[in-house]
């Protein structure tokens, strides 16, 4: 199984941008799908997740209110809506799977190859 993520770029403070992670296929393990970060210099962090009823448990605080994680499953494919964005949500963007809310905070089974977003002041 294979996720791709994809919508990374260079925006300006204030702006949005849409990232999206396709799985290459579905599992029981696939059932929750996140998003983790990660900044130069700086620990990963963990953005949010989402499971396959489309429950969504929240990362960091720091996105909350301006980050919205979607899900379409017969796409086999999440979305991370990224609103006001600030210079501090730059880095690099990975998505990943795994079987629980739990398990996807600690060691998700699956990642994806990270997208780029830079955000400019």
């Known amino acids: 199984v294979q996720l791709q993520a994809s919508g990374g770029g260079l925006v300006q403070a204030g702006g949005s941008l849409r990232l999206s992670c396709v799985a290459s296929?579905?599992?029981?393990?696939?059932?929750?799908m996140g998003w983790f970060r990660q900044a130069p210099g700086k620990e990963r962090e963990f953005v949010g997740a989402?499971?396959?009823?489309?429950?969504?448990?929240d990362g960091v605080d720091s996105v909350k209110g301006r980050f919205t994680l979607s899900r379409d499953n017969f796409k086999n494919t999440m979305y991370l809506d990224m609103n006001r964005l600030q210079p501090e949500d730059t880095g690099v963007y990975y998505c990943?799977?795994?079987?629980?809310?739990?398990?996807?905070?600690?060691?998700?089974?699956?990642w994806g190859k990270g997208t780029q977003v830079t955000v400019s002041s």
């Open positions: 296929a579905r599992t029981l393990e696939m059932d929750v």
């Open positions: 990943a799977a795994h079987r629980s809310f739990e398990s996807i905070r600690g060691a998700p089974k699956y």
């Open positions: 989402i499971d396959w009823t489309s429950s969504v448990t």
